[in-house]
């Protein structure tokens, strides 16, 4: 078999007629060996028009594939499973050489890494070989939807990195004049891409027509600053400074008769590095010392994938190459599948790029030391995965400085300077965005910070953002920020040549331990706001201390992050790094693991919350319903995690339990989603967080109906009632206060019936109607007196006060709110004591002015809870 998608979709020997066929084939090959989920290939098929079948009709184009596919097997009719069933989709198995783009990519990666080690002869041959797979416009001759389009982009950005790449090999073995034709043709195409453009000025300048490449930037230039509003690049205006100077180092010298020339240098980076200012100055003050410290011989650059680590380092780099005159070397640390280099390894890798091989049994270390001996030499190690790594490369250079990057701070080098990089600055990246992504970046700001948003303020993510405006001008910021928003992962879009941010994001994980790995995946069941320590042992059904352990592995290795220190650490992804987990968990995870994880951490937080209104609400008769069986660890200490500050617990919780009802609703987990609906009332209520609880309120009302369960909706509707009454919605909250009474009453429930009666009083109370509040009040505090509910007595006897305010009885009013307040002191509430106290002392100013104008008065305003005040225009005669 051969597929080609670099140009037109095809397949030989024979190609799907069909224009749906042609699509659900592109798709598949361009994740060819992956899962494709059948709901990305339903998008990618029919957008949001999808036919009421779609199921079985997906299904059927999938088997006329496989049919095409088997007609061209060796064994005619043969079926040996290259399109496969993978739950949640279908998965493409292509043979090695099969798909061009597989090829492409062999060869580029071939090409690249010849070039790193300064074969240019062998690097050109490779990209050539490579670039000859193309045939016109990837993924030509069929539709696209979300994933086809971003590959697309995807694609074409990698061909043009790979030509760029070409070139540069071109150019290092000598051959500007033949390319000169070729790079005035390619610069007018590529109006804005600077590398391109830089190309062709060395080009000219080697073929020694100086003038033309001077004028080869002025035109560049004057297109930049008349069609965008920005200048050069820092890199470009160097080269244009150069070659105004006829810089000698410009010039071609052909390798030495001697064998390869040493690789003295570094490769090209990003055209201008945006955004590291307060970082540059860190680095260069390190590297040059102080009073207090000693130039540093080591600098570490540490920092999570895609932050742009290996961009800052080159910068760096070449801000310090003044200091070092015997050159700059990088060495990437990784083998040709992403393997972490041994020590071994490493000194053999700084050995080839200074032009020397180990010698036959000779210890790669040693040799290195010898080499490197009096070097005042710049290294630079990219991607250092441990100390032991580099540690003979340290220990070697005594005369020049060792940059490394990494995604962990590698503290076990003796001797070393670290620097850690974060994410940018909002400002500063929408600055990133717009330099690369132009016009159609900068043209529409609110898109453009939503993109900045979705992408978490990430470089690389930031830049292949700007890369796929850049190479479609005919979208619009705001279509890309919709796109983003809508995809089932924004890892899909985020891809342009070869800035894939799913592969870099992949290679931190690949590199964890299983159990960190399982830990990865599993911790994404938590929202974006983040997690405790105790919610990982939940999740990972371990105990706290060993789910500690594990998120501080996945903290060295950049893939989570903590925050937090006086009230206990707190851990959460950076958002790509979930959207990755996600993507994982659903990969990888076996269904029942994840639901299992999911239903725990419900049960656990259930029971959590339980505990903390229990202590929100102190004296409270505890009429909590069974809690649903969920396998919460027995060794949960819900004492410990709460403490004695259950409002602050509910601050840091409420996201986590809020996205808990919402999944265990999703997860048709009726009863455990109503029940946490429930438990987070006193909370929602207490902290003013109305649309919040009215929306879990919403949902565990429809978790009630269908777990079809009269208590739970009893329960839930007087916390409507609670919450129309909270918003002045006064006829609602009676209406439903009474439903919920009926409903108690039918369960011979007390409790219920006593909190509809004290909540129909607030009602009527807001309505001015002092009767019937008392009526209630008083049928409540003797239910309660039956029932011997000593905090639901103490509710009605401060409805009763506030009645008798209504009613013209300021001592009376006085008298039983002191009584409230010596209740609440009995049942330890300090919000319902300070509300007393509050209340009373109202009151007591009250008096002064009642016994002084007894004729006509008003009365004064007063809290009816904690927080709610009753404002009374009515004067009392």
Request: glycine share 8%.
């Amino acid at each position: 078999m051969r597929y080609r998608v670099l140009g037109p979709v095809a397949m030989l020997p024979r190609t799907p007629t069909a224009a749906k066929l042609r699509v659900l084939l592109a798709t598949l090959l361009v994740r060819a060996g992956q899962v494709v989920p059948s709901e990305t290939l339903v998008d990618e098929l029919w957008g949001d028009r999808p036919p009421r079948t779609v199921t079985t009709t997906l299904q059927v184009y999938v088997s006329q594939l496989r049919t095409l596919l088997a007609e061209g097997r060796p064994v005619p009719g043969a079926r040996d499973d290259l399109l496969q069933t993978r739950p949640p989709g279908y998965r493409l198995q292509v043979g090695p050489g099969e798909l061009d783009l597989t090829v492409f990519e062999e060869q580029v990666r071939d090409g690249r890494q010849a070039y790193d080690a300064g074969r240019h002869e062998e690097a050109a041959e490779r990209l050539h070989e490579g670039l000859a797979q193309w045939r016109g416009a990837a993924l030509s001759g069929v539709p696209h939807g979300p994933v086809l389009s971003a590959a697309a982009v995807h694609l074409e950005e990698a061909r043009l990195a790979a030509l760029d790449l070409r070139i540069a090999a071109d150019l290092r073995c000598g051959r500007h004049v033949q390319l000169t034709a070729e790079l005035v043709a390619l610069a007018a195409e590529h109006p804005y891409r600077e590398s391109l453009h830089a190309h062709l000025m060395v080009a000219l300048y080697r073929s020694e027509r100086q003038t033309d490449a001077l004028a080869a930037y002025r035109r560049l230039r004057d297109a930049l600053v008349d069609e965008l509003g920005v200048e050069p690049g820092p890199g470009l205006s160097r080269l244009h400074e150069r070659i105004l100077r006829s810089d000698p180092a410009l010039d071609w010298r052909p390798s030495s008769a001697g064998g390869r020339a040493p690789q003295l240098w570094l490769p090209a980076g990003p055209a201008e590095l945006l955004g590291r200012e307060r970082a540059t100055t860190a680095a260069l003050r390190m590297l040059s010392g102080d009073a207090e410290n000693p130039p540093a011989r080591v600098l570490g650059i540490s920092g999570r994938a895609g932050i742009g680590k290996t961009a800052f380092a080159l910068d760096l780099a070449r801000r310090w190459a003044e200091h070092l005159p015997d050159g700059q070397v990088l060495v990437p640390l990784r083998g040709p599948g992403g393997e972490p280099l041994n020590a071994a390894a490493v000194a053999a890798a700084v050995l080839r790029r200074l032009g020397h091989e180990v010698p036959q049994g000779a210890s790669p270390e040693r040799e290195l030391t010898a080499r490197l001996r009096g070097l005042r030499l710049l290294l630079l190690l990219d991607d250092a995965s441990a100390e032991q790594q580099v540690r003979p490369v340290a220990d070697a250079l005594a005369d020049g400085l060792l940059l490394l990057t990494s995604r962990r701070t590698l503290v076990g080098l003796q001797g070393a300077r670290h620097l850690v990089l974060d994410v940018l600055t909002a400002a500063e990246s929408l600055r990133l965005l717009f330099a690369e992504g132009g016009t159609g970046a900068a043209a529409d700001p609110a898109a453009a910070r939503e993109i900045v948003r979705i992408c978490g303020r990430l470089p690389l993510a930031l830049r292949v953002a700007g890369a796929t405006l850049a190479a479609r001008p005919h979208w619009t910021a705001a279509d890309l920020a919709e796109r983003l928003g809508a995809a089932a992962t924004p890892l899909d879009l985020l891809s342009a040549g070869d800035m894939d941010l799913r592969s870099v994001l992949a290679v931190g994980y690949r590199e964890l331990a299983a159990p960190e790995r399982r830990a990865f995946r599993l911790l994404s069941l938590t929202p974006e706001s983040g997690f405790a320590a105790w919610t990982a042992g939940v999740l990972l059904h371990t105990s706290t201390e060993q789910a500690e352990r594990s998120l501080e592995l996945l903290a060295d290795a950049r893939m989570v992050e903590v925050s937090g220190q006086e009230t206990g650490h707190r851990y959460h992804y950076h958002r790509l790094l979930r959207s990755l987990a996600r993507e994982l968990l659903l990969a990888e995870e076996p269904v029942e693991q994840r639901e299992a994880a999911a239903r725990r951490l419900g049960g656990a937080l259930l029971l959590l919350a339980r505990r903390a209104s229990d202590q929100l609400l102190p004296g409270r008769v505890s009429d909590w319903p069974e809690p649903p069986g969920t396998g919460v660890p027995v060794s949960l200490d819900a004492s410990r995690i709460i403490g004695r500050t259950p409002a602050r617990w509910f601050q840091e919780e409420a996201d986590s339990l809020l996205h808990a009802a919402r999944q265990a609703h999703q997860a048709h987990d009726w009863c455990l989603a109503w029940q946490l609906a429930d438990a987070l009332t006193p909370y929602l209520e207490a902290a003013g967080r109305w649309q919040e609880w009215q929306d879990v309120l919403d949902l565990g009302l429809d978790a009630a109906d269908r777990d079809d369960s009269s208590h739970a909706r009893a329960r839930l509707l007087a916390s409507r009632g609670e919450l129309a009454w909270q918003r002045l919605r006064t006829g609602a909250a009676r209406a439903h206060f009474a439903t919920a009474r009926a409903l108690f009453e039918r369960l011979d429930d007390p409790s219920g019936v006593i909190r509809c009666l004290v909540g129909a009083g607030d009602a009527a109370l807001s309505e001015g109607d002092a009767d019937r509040a008392a009526t209630n009040y008083a049928a409540a505090l003797d239910h309660a007196a039956q029932a011997h509910d000593a905090r639901a007595a103490a509710d009605a006897r401060r409805g009763i006060a506030l009645t008798e305010v209504l009613a013209g009885r300021p001592e009376d009013a006085l008298r039983t709110f002191q009584e409230f307040t010596e209740a609440a002191e009995q049942l330890g509430d300090q919000r319902w004591v300070r509300l007393g106290q509050r209340n009373a002392d109202r009151m007591l100013e009250h008096l002064v002015d009642w016994y002084a104008h007894a004729e006509v008065h008003t009365p004064p305003a007063l809290e009816a809870r904690p927080g709610v005040w009753l404002v009374h225009s009515a004067a009392i005669a």
